[in-house]
């Protein structure tokens, strides 16, 4: 099998397919009985693969990391886009879309699986051209423009939770939200957990304070301004209270010796600011008892695994999709939502109150487990497999 993967921008379009990637080798592409069978003691051969993604997107360095090939491939963003900009955006995407056509022709694909982003279009209008299958996946409870576009191309649109599935009829299968190994694994001793996580980040646990609950708190891949200013505003509140793992973001790494607040020594040595998890953040999700985050697709996913409760702050932008999600897990009893310009006000007062009331954090981590989906990535892949020779 030879499956071309095209995504990128935000990890959020890249981790889903690097948790389907390993499954792929566990399904056999015959049938048995009119069922895909896996054969875990002599599994199929491993695919050959090859991940198509913007030149600087985050997704090349992440890629690369998992020994994937890489090819870079020109486009850019129309709607929203003053025309001249729209203008030359549109000339990148023909140029992305010759690229395609002629990586197409070298790699000669069986079948590609898009995970979002601008990238995604001229590769999927090139396999439309090639007649080269495609499985687009969405992660999000509500389908944006461009999704809704690729799925006109696509063969079938791979979707989190049944109630999706209406956008896009018959072409939609739902799979669940794909984890990776990785989390499956450390959320099954989350002592051990948090021991590694230790270990990784040079975290000395110390006796004195080792009961405390571990806050979590990241803003995605590129992190997020106006949680980051908040959380730093109160940790004077917080650290008394917990231990906080903070995911700063690339971007904001540099303001953070700027925007920390002068800390006793004894809470300092209580916040422990890192600019990116790629690895550890499994080990991260295992061992948090509270988690601050944006409310990206991953958490549909992730928070249930982990039976992470949360406080989630939808990104007031790219097209609202964030909302849903975060009412999706707040419906359960899982989460509460913070809107991102009620941040200073809220944060403090309920963050510390969940950090003080360990049964209410056990419940609502059991209340979003509701959620969890552990076989999405073999979903995913089997669907994959579906479509080669279609």
Known sequence: M?????????GGHVYPALAVLPQLARVLPTKANGQLAAQPAQPAAKPALLWAGSP????RSLVEAEGIPFAAIQTGQLRGMNPLTAAANLGKMAVGLRQSLRLLADFRPDVCFVTGGYV???VAIACRLRRVPVLVYLPDLTPGLAIRLLSIIAQRVAVSFAETAKFFGAKSVVTGYPVRPALLEAVQDREQARAELGQALKIGWNESDSHLPLLLVFGGSQGSRSINQALWSALPALLPLAHIVHVVGTRDWPLLTEKQPELPAALALRYHPVDYLHDEMALALAAADLALARAGASTLAEFPIARLPSVLVPL??????QFPNARKLAETGGALIIRDEELSARLTPVLTELLRDESRRLAMGAAIATLACPQAGMNIARALVELVGQ
């Open 2 to 10: 030879r499956l071309l993967i095209s995504g990128g921008g935000t």
């Open 120 to 122: 995604c279009t001229p």
């Open 56 to 59: 600087n997107g985050v997704e």
């Open 316 to 321: 007031p932008i790219s097209g609202g999709h």
